[in-house]
């Protein structure tokens, strides 16, 4: 069976379910989700997209993202989808959700509200190579000037989220 999302309206009511694809491609808001995990330096987990994704291959992004399934909550989506991509689980704290739109250039457009939580860990991942190139701890300060410098390696979504996100997230430092 095909991934499918959950689409919403503007005040994160489901309003019905649709296969990923199709979302994308029609760009229709839907529930989305994006961890954010700090080590004990204050440092941020960033991941490399893996090579042969469909989208942003061999960009840096948070630590992990994703869209709920129906039934679950966002908190149980992000534990799960952090052990599937990163190989660890940790405890997670919603922050907050916003909406945003970012357009690609393959036609595909991310139009989420996207639940924004946060998490501690100071472990090794064991990255999943089916969706993970790399990874990397930065801190925070760091990655906001290299978004500056160098943004053609970093994933639409992630600008987009990391300013979004700055000031709420940059107090679990």
């Not at 296969?19 to 991941?47: C, D, P, T």
């Amino acid at each position: 069976m095909k991934e499918q999302v959950i689409l919403v309206d503007e005040q994160d009511n489901p309003i019905g379910l649709m296969e990923k694809i199709e979302a994308h491609e029609k760009a229709l808001l839907h529930r989305a989700f994006s961890v954010f995990v700090f080590n004990s330096r204050g440092e941020l987990m960033l991941q490399q997209r893996a090579a042969h994704k469909y989208h942003s291959p061999l960009l840096w992004t948070n630590t992990c993202c994703s869209h709920q399934r129906d039934g679950e909550t966002s908190l149980e989506a992000g534990v799960r989808r952090l052990e599937e991509e990163m190989g660890f689980t940790c405890d997670l704290e919603e922050v907050f959700w916003f909406i945003y739109k970012a357009p690609f250039d393959n036609g595909l457009t991310e139009h989420e509200l996207d639940h924004v939580m946060v998490g501690k860990f100071e472990g090794v991942p064991k990255i999943n190579p089916d969706e993970v190139e790399a990874y990397k701890w930065m801190p925070l300060e760091d990655v906001k000037k290299d978004i500056e410098t160098k943004p053609e390696i970093y994933t639409e979504w992630f600008k987009i989220i990391f300013k979004e996100s700055y000031n709420k997230i940059a107090k679990f430092v």
